[in-house]
């Protein structure tokens, strides 16, 4: 576990910060220091890699500052392990005195996490995680994501399912927080059969066992959650196995920027329900687009977008509250998120801190000698999930 200053933005950031030494104690204060955290090593490497990424384009976009103020980003990789998370949070919170955290992880590092976040009253914003505990009862002031709530998106699969009018649909995930909250998400709009509800291990390579049951079962459908690496070989097996044609794909964070690189054909004919794509068409989406692809020579994901709108809520919430005050600042994120232009269409923070958003379908498609996603269908508009009732917050 190592600290590692990042690229360019760290330099600008420590040229800023001997600039403004000589003027005194008080202008150093109106720096800003952020801590981004993501697994950057094993399977999920691109998922967190991209949320990077996207945080540091706009970052760039910025001019190496946020809200005004020179800012200095430090980078760690979690390596998806929720006890290395909990360490780095430690680290952030107690030697770094970062003024916000990003990133976060998946929802078992976010959750390991929580406690050391939310006793300290440092703003965190996910952008890869909106477990249902976090959603509920266990809202925390001073935690956002800006990403989803997990169930959100297999709630739009599941009613565009339920709109198609299949009537048996298998479901599989890996077991952990998010693929429970994926499959709960499904159900809660889909109305026919659950043949069966399949849980794997996490960052398990080999599917071709559960493959073999699931075409026997001879389902409408199969509805999966299966991020990253674990999406590239699911995808490659169905495929190889000849299921592709035979049993629709249904998926959530499973074929997307981080994933089509590696399965191209492969996905073709698959059906993703998520809340942005390349695909979406405004204008604050082809710029992202334009850029990310300019900059890094591959197309972005929804991880990249999340990661982008994160660093530009940001901006606007350090215009208002300077940094060193926690409890201001995550006042301000919660204004901010009705305030800026999200890549993804409508957004604002519901009271529970958790998006309220669009989801949408898109199909994949060949384009040429291209693989890309086309948007078929919205099947719901600013939702807002089925938890922040439970939460305290107003």
């Not at 952020?34 to 490497?45: E, R, T, V, W």
């Not at 909106?130 to 800006?146: E, H, M, R, T």
């Not at 709630?155 to 565009?160: I, Q, V, W």
């Not at 499973?254 to 204008?283: C, F, I, Y």
Request: glycine share 10%; aromatic share 8%; net charge positive.
């Amino acid at each position: 576990m190592t600290t590692t200053p990042t690229t360019s933005f760290r330099r600008t950031a420590l040229a800023a910060l001997a600039g403004v030494a000589l003027a005194g104690v008080s202008q150093l204060a109106a720096a800003a220091t952020i801590g981004i955290m993501a697994p950057l090593s094993g399977p999920q490497a691109i998922v967190g890699q991209d949320q990077v990424d996207g945080f540091m384009l706009a970052v760039g976009q910025l001019g190496g500052k946020l809200g005004g103020q020179p800012a200095t980003i430090l980078k760690e990789d979690d390596q998806l392990k929720p006890e290395i998370g909990s360490q780095i949070v430690r680290k952030f919170i107690g030697k770094d005195k970062v003024d916000a955290i990003v990133g976060l992880s998946f929802s078992n590092v976010l959750m390991a996490s929580l406690p050391r976040i939310a006793e300290s009253g440092t703003v965190a914003i996910a952008t890869n995680a909106g477990p249902s505990p976090l959603a509920g009862a266990g809202c925390k002031a001073n935690v956002f994501s800006a990403a989803w709530q997990n169930d959100g998106a297999a709630e739009a699969m599941g009613k565009f399912a339920q709109d198609k009018g299949l009537k048996k649909v298998y479901l599989m995930a890996p077991n952990y927080q998010a693929g429970k909250d994926m499959m709960t998400g499904f159900k809660r709009y889909f109305k026919g059969q659950i043949v069966d509800e399949v849980y794997t291990q996490v960052n398990q390579p080999d599917y071709s066992a559960e493959l073999a049951q699931l075409q026997s079962a001879k389902p409408d459908a199969v509805f999966v959650f299966y991020p990253g690496g674990m999406g590239v070989n699911f995808i490659k097996q169905m495929s190889q196995a000849g299921l592709m044609a035979k049993v629709p794909l249904y998926s959530v964070f499973t074929v997307d920027g981080t994933t089509l690189p590696g399965l191209h054909d492969a996905a073709v004919g698959s059906v993703s329900g998520a809340m942005w794509d390349a695909a979406l068409d405004t204008p604050e989406n082809r710029k992202f687009v334009a850029d990310f692809e300019r900059k890094y020579k591959r197309t972005p994901s929804e991880y990249a977008a999340t990661a982008y709108d994160a660093a530009n809520i940001l901006n606007i919430a350090l215009g208002k509250a300077k940094a060193g005050d926690a409890k201001a600042l995550a006042v301000a994120v919660k204004a901010a998120g009705s305030e800026f232009k999200s890549v993804r269409g409508p957004f604002a923070f519901n009271n529970n801190n958790l998006p309220v958003q669009n989801y949408y379908a898109f199909e994949t498609i060949k384009s040429g000698s291209s693989v890309v996603g086309k948007l078929v269908a919205t099947p719901l508009t600013r939702q807002t999930d089925a938890y922040h009732a439970q939460c305290a917050l107003k």
